[in-house]
């Protein structure tokens, strides 16, 4: 995006991709399918350590931008939901789009290119392995750790550090929570069942699926939460939203026993995990205090996580290139004129539904409009 809007200017843009491919995480993006933006795109969406960093980017490249482009390259697309578009076809749409764009903007693109050094004089000098570039502005948008295995490298912030910026220390962001041993023992053999819960941590709340898997924890509401997570900090789950799951024996008439409980449990949580949740949580009588307090442990479920699953299974960085370093309006860095950081590699990380691309376009536009 950066490369689009420079070249667009008339500025003369090589792209440097060390990868066999462009755009791999585009390609895996959205179970294949690039959740690309979220209509509903706010500030609220993204973590920072500073807030109001991202607003300026995000303000002056809107989700209705980027559509913009998608229907321009009458690329079909949909909304899932929570205003998540995805493509109807596949990823590989979008990254089409972008080459093409690259293309009719005169942007030359080098893949496999090994970057070994970067030096300053005046401008820049990119050295790789096989040649030179020298450009008087650089424009880092190597992304962060997540999924090494497709191409990311901590490049980014080791250059950030070459020139004495401050980083955020990286961590998974997105990312499933694995159980300590004693939750894990007594919960990960239903890997498989989920249910609707809020999650909370950190004043945070995400009332969305919950997934048990083999280790741990995962699905929709989990990943969003595991970027505001960390140790030793306990998670917050309410398995029952809006439930009452004991309401039935406010009834005189109703049977206190472990048969009523169950199959009025069963009405707001999976069998499975309603048959365990009460075999972990025995009432010690049938009395008013006890049936709430059972209440209370349904909607208050402390999870203290053994750690997360790494950025092996992290959609996203959180961290990054502190936002102190950087021109909100711009993405130049305060210090050293001509260098600019984008995307994930900035210490701006959106929650789960399309928000990272968003901020990769914004953050690419922002800094293709000014280089
Ligand atoms: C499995 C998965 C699914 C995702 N799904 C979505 C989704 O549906 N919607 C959403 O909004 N976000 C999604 N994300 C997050 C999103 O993909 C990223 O936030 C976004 O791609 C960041 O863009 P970027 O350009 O900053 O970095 P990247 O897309 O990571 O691109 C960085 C590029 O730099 C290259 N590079 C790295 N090091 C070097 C180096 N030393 N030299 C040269 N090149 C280098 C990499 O090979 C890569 O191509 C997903 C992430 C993952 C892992």
Redesign the pocket.
């Known amino acids: 995006m950066c490369a689009i809007e420079a070249g667009k200017r008339g500025r003369r843009v090589a792209v440097?991709?060390?990868?066999d491919r462009?755009?791999?995480?585009?390609l895996?993006?959205?179970g294949g399918r690039?959740?690309?933006?979220n209509i509903h795109c706010g500030p609220e969406n993204f973590l920072s350590s500073n807030p109001h960093f991202a607003k300026s980017a995000l303000s002056r490249y809107t989700p209705e931008d980027f559509i913009a482009l998608v229907e321009k390259h009458h690329i079909p697309y949909h909304e899932k939901t929570l205003g998540q578009l995805f493509c109807d076809r596949s990823a590989r749409d979008i990254l089409g789009m972008l080459v093409e764009e690259c293309r009719l903007a005169g942007v030359d693109i080098f893949v496999g290119?090994?970057?070994l050094e970067v030096s300053p004089t005046g401008g820049f000098i990119v050295r790789t392995a096989k040649e030179e570039f020298h450009a008087p502005v650089l424009a880092v948008?190597?992304?962060?750790l997540?999924?090494p295995k497709?191409?990311?490298?901590s490049?980014?912030y080791d250059l950030a550090r070459q020139f004495g910026l401050k980083i955020r220390e990286p961590r998974p962001g997105l990312v499933p929570l694995v159980l300590d041993q004693r939750d894990c023992g007594n919960y990960c053999d239903l890997a498989g069942v989920s249910t609707e819960v809020i999650a909370s941590c950190d004043g945070q709340n995400f009332r969305e699926k919950m997934l048990i898997t083999h280790r741990g924890l995962s699905g929709p509401a989990i990943l969003q939460i595991s970027s505001y997570w960390k140790k030793p900090e306990s998670i917050r789950v309410d398995l029952a939203p809006d439930a009452k799951v004991t309401a039935a024996f406010r009834d005189p008439k109703i049977v206190r026993s472990l048969n009523t409980l169950r199959s009025e449990l069963r009405k707001s949580l999976p069998n499975r995990l309603a048959d365990r949740w009460l075999e972990l949580h025995s009432l010690p009588s049938w009395t008013n205090a006890a049936l709430e307090d059972f209440e209370q442990q349904v909607h208050r479920w402390e999870i203290d996580p053994a750690g997360t699953e790494g950025f092996e299974k992290?959609?996203?960085t959180a961290g990054g290139v502190d936002t102190d370093e950087l021109s909100a309006k711009t993405m130049e860095c305060r210090k050293i004129p001509g260098l600019f950081f984008?995307?994930?590699?900035v210490d701006v990380t959106?929650h789960l539904?399309?928000?990272?691309?968003?901020?990769?376009w914004a953050s690419?536009a922002a800094a293709g409009r000014a280089l």
């Open positions: 440097l991709e060390h990868a462009l755009g791999k995480k585009i895996i993006s959205g690039c959740n690309f933006t290119v090994k970057i948008a190597t992304g962060g997540s999924i497709i191409g990311a490298t490049f980014g992290a959609e996203v984008i995307g994930e590699v959106g539904g399309g928000f990272n691309f968003q901020w990769a690419g």
